[in-house]
Each structure stands twice: as C-alpha cells, then as structure tokens.
C-alpha cells in the first residue's frame, strides 16, 4: 500500500487542501466545490492503491459551515464520474472560530477487493498525466490525469496497480516502488504532481495494447535504470 492504513478489515486514506478555496487570503482562489473534488479524488485514488473501494466518508471542514454543502458536491462528482454510488459523508465543521483561509481534510474507509495480484518488477510501469500543482491544474484540466479511465482500467484490470504521484514527485515514488532505481521520463520527475496529476499505472505485458487504447492522452512507457 501506499499510504493507506488497515483499520481492522478496512482501509482508510487522506488527503487535505489549505489555502485553496474562495476566502480572500487563499493563495489559490477556486470554488470549495472544485477543491473538495480535487482532494476527493486524491483519497479515492489512494484507496485504489490498496485494491479497496471506500464504503464511508469522514469530512473534517475548516472553511465554516456555508461551505460543508459545497465541499459535499465536490467529493460526490468523484462517484458521479466514475458511475458508483456516493458513500455515507459524515464529519464536522469548525464553527466556533473563523478561519481566514479556507481548509478541509478528507477521510476514506474502503474494503478490498479481490484481484489478481502481480509482482511490480513483472508489470509494466506507464505514466498517465502531467506534473502540475496550483493553478497550473486550474489552466491545465485535460493534462490531469483523468478519473474515469483509471478507474475503468482498474475495474477491468486492464491496471493491475494503480501508483498516484503526489508532492514529491515521480522520482520519490518510483524509489518507493522499486528502491534504489532512476526513473528515466520525458517529465520533470522532481517537480510536485500536486493533487496527484500523475499516476504511475502497472500494466501486465498481456495488457498493454488494451492500456494504450484505454489511455490516449499523456501516457507514456517508463525505463528504470540503477544511479
């Protein structure tokens, strides 16, 4: 797993936004839907990481509680995309004292799911989106790495594991995956993905023309060497 935890038989992942939202000191402006969606998307792909799909929502809202309705919409068009009923969203909001900038922090329980599983040195590693963060993922939406179609691949196990790249960008978790190795990438592999705007995708051998097709846009074969 990534940076999941197994919670007796379920498996729970976070992620959180600050700074990102429609206060005025926000450092990023951009509606409380879209962030919420952004952070959503990063839990969900986390769960998809620990094979789980999640089945309960903890939202922690530090925006006020006008934005609990928005942060909501947000984290249910991940589930609208990628066609599953949203679960249960539960949670609390910081209502005592204003905030000047807008916050939330997101929780996901998943349970696993049965899948055929592989080594990762036997499947074949393709990035899948552009390393963008900021505002840069605001003028660049079609250089994200899109839900749908990953979880579709996932579902299908066109994928046969799902890697999200986030602030530390690609070399960090290629090292996680595979130890003392150098990803070799017509990307920037130092610069922050941000909210995951690249995925690093396994795919068996078997599968790989089905990926190909599967992914048109941003997608492409990674070599690893030794330092």
Not at 6 to 18: C, E, F, R, S, Y
Not at 189 to 210: D, N, Y
Request: charged residues 20%.
């Amino acid at each position: 797993m990534r940076n999941a935890v197994k919670v007796g038989d379920l498996i729970a992942t976070t992620d959180n936004a600050a700074a990102i939202g429609e206060k005025s000191q926000d450092v990023v402006a951009t509606s409380d839907h879209l962030t919420a969606y952004l952070t959503a998307r990063v839990t969900f792909l986390e769960q998809l990481a620990a094979n789980a799909i999640p089945v309960h929502i903890i939202l922690a809202n530090f925006s006020g509680d006008a934005a609990w309705s928005r942060y909501v919409s947000g984290i249910q068009q991940v589930f609208d995309e990628i066609g599953l009923v949203c679960p249960q969203i539960g949670g609390s909001s910081e209502s005592n004292m204003p905030t000047l900038q807008s916050a939330l922090s997101l929780t996901m329980l998943g349970a696993q799911q049965s899948r055929t599983l592989y080594e990762r040195d036997k499947l074949i590693w393709y990035t899948y989106g552009l390393p963008l963060v900021g505002n840069e993922v605001l003028a660049q939406p079609d250089d994200v790495a899109q839900l749908q179609p990953i979880f579709n691949a996932w579902r299908d196990e066109i994928v046969q594991q799902v890697w999200p790249v986030g602030s530390k960008g690609l070399q960090v978790e290629f090292t996680r995956l595979f130890g003392d190795q150098r990803v070799q990438s017509s990307l920037d592999v130092e610069k922050t993905a941000g909210p995951c705007a690249v995925i690093l995708l396994g795919v068996h051998p078997e599968k790989e023309q089905l990926a190909q097709k599967n992914f048109t846009r941003n997608f492409e074969k990674l070599r690893r060497t030794a330092w």
